[in-house]
């Protein structure tokens, strides 16, 4: 089993910046990628950042290219996301999610979300 906890959510006004933070433990050796998702009240559950574990590679959904910016720290089992330009809708509780398998689009393990909202 892996645990996920995310961190670092919070309140911000249009354009500020937040970082938020996932910490993985339990049994972690398996890692084949992470990614945030965001769902907003009413919403489905949206892509928003995936990393490989080994490569380091990155994919962003369209609506936060060349805002966000997702990293890793894979000696210490811990993703992070940098917003920066934030706008109103980016509100949202952000997940953390991992993947084991590299065969499949299915996340194994999830976070319980971190609440982010920004302001006008």
């Known amino acids: 089993q892996v645990q996920l906890g995310e961190s670092g959510g919070g309140s911000v006004q249009a354009g500020g910046s937040l970082k938020l933070s996932c910490a993985a433990s339990?049994?972690?050796?398996?890692?084949?990628?992470m990614a945030w998702f965001r769902q907003a009240a009413g919403e489905e559950r949206e892509f928003v950042a995936e990393?490989?574990?080994?490569?380091?590679?990155?994919s962003y959904g369209d609506s936060v290219k060349e805002r966000f910016a997702i990293s890793r720290d894979a000696a210490e089992n811990r993703m992070s996301l940098q917003m920066n330009s934030l706008k109103p809708e980016d509100t949202a509780v952000y997940y953390c999610a991992l993947k084991t398998n590299a065969y499949t689009s299915r996340y194994d393990y999830w976070g319980q979300g971190t609440q982010v909202t920004v302001s006008s």
């Open positions: 990393i490989r574990w080994n490569s380091g590679s990155t």
């Open positions: 339990g049994r972690t050796f398996g890692i084949y990628a």
